[in-house]
């Protein structure tokens, strides 16, 4: 499915998710992951939404490598997902944006997924400007990992609902 609205995509989550649930939102750096996170929770109670970014090994994000090898995916998993299935976590979703989460060995781990399906070069226009003291990362590192990682890992290969942003 593709999607316009964080509204009418949040109405689809609920609706295949009633009970609650795991929503991932992934994409290119730049590409809107954050905002689409915290537009799908905005104004509703029982949603945490958790930042990949705050998971980010820094050394590891600043070189080069297609795998996501920069994101301390296992933290996230023990701080987050585990409490959240084993009900610990006062929430009913728990949603987790950022890069490279679709990998084959990170899936069992998601109910709902999301790309947001900006183009790379409008993804990495958009990183820049926000981001303008590491323009160098981003165009000899940040951009180049990204389309390694897609080449390899084939991401939307996993996804329940494209985000395009209008």
Known sequence: MNYTNPQELWSKIAELLPEGGI???S?????????LGIELGR????????HVDDYL???????RNEDGEGVDFESIVKAHIEPFK??????????IEGIKLFREDRQEYFDYRVWVDTPISKANGNGQARDVTNQKLWE???VPNDEDFEKKHDPKQYVDALYKWG
Not at 43 to 50: F, H, N, R, Y
């Open 86 to 95: 084993a009900g610990k976590k006062p929430v009913k979703y728990l949603i």
């Open 57 to 63: 090994d820094w050394p590891k994000v600043c070189a």
């Open 23 to 25: 929503v991932a939102i």
């Open 27 to 35: 994409g290119y750096g730049g590409a809107g992951k954050s905002t």
């Open 43 to 50: 104004g509703k109670a029982g949603i945490q939404l958790i």
């Open 140 to 142: 000899e590192i940040w």
